[in-house]
């Protein structure tokens, strides 16, 4: 024999997915029943089986709609801070180019006029041009 709670149970669900109904308990003899229909004999209880809760929590809902939004405006601020990093390395990288040219230009510049430096002054031009090679390496090549 199945318990009685058992069987309220497995009735209960059945009642839980079909629309509200009644479940009746009938006792016989001693022995409990549940059923969906009236028992024939013995003593006749009427049970309501409430109807289920609503299968959409709108609370629910409403909250992961704000998480998501919250998610989305941090992910937004995030790209942002992100896209404005960049920009500032790209400022940065094309200010460093263009100091690094200018030192090429200089450094190349002091090269010819060693070159062509007279005696007097070919010492005190090849001591520029070096310098401004290791200006050049020590500020661009590394």
Not at 50 to 75: H, I, L, N, Y
Not at 107 to 131: E, H, I, N, S
């Amino acid at each position: 024999m199945k318990s009685p709670s058992l069987l309220l149970c497995a009735m209960v669900l059945l009642a839980g997915s079909a629309s509200a109904q009644d479940v009746y308990k009938c006792v016989q003899d001693g022995h409990t029943s549940y059923s969906a229909t009236p028992c024939t004999g013995g003593q006749l209880q009427i049970l309501e089986v409430p109807s289920p809760p609503p299968a959409v929590d709108k609370g629910a809902a409403t909250r992961q709609e704000r998480v998501a939004s919250q998610m989305e405006a941090a992910r937004k601020q995030q790209e942002k801070l992100e896209d404005q990093a960049r920009e500032r390395a790209a400022k940065q990288r094309e200010a460093r180019d263009k100091h690094c040219a200018q030192l090429r230009l200089e450094q190349k510049w002091a090269a010819q006029d060693a070159v062509g430096a007279g005696d007097k002054t070919r010492d005190t031009a090849q001591l520029k041009a070096r310098r401004a090679g290791e200006r050049l390496a020590v500020e661009c090549l590394n």
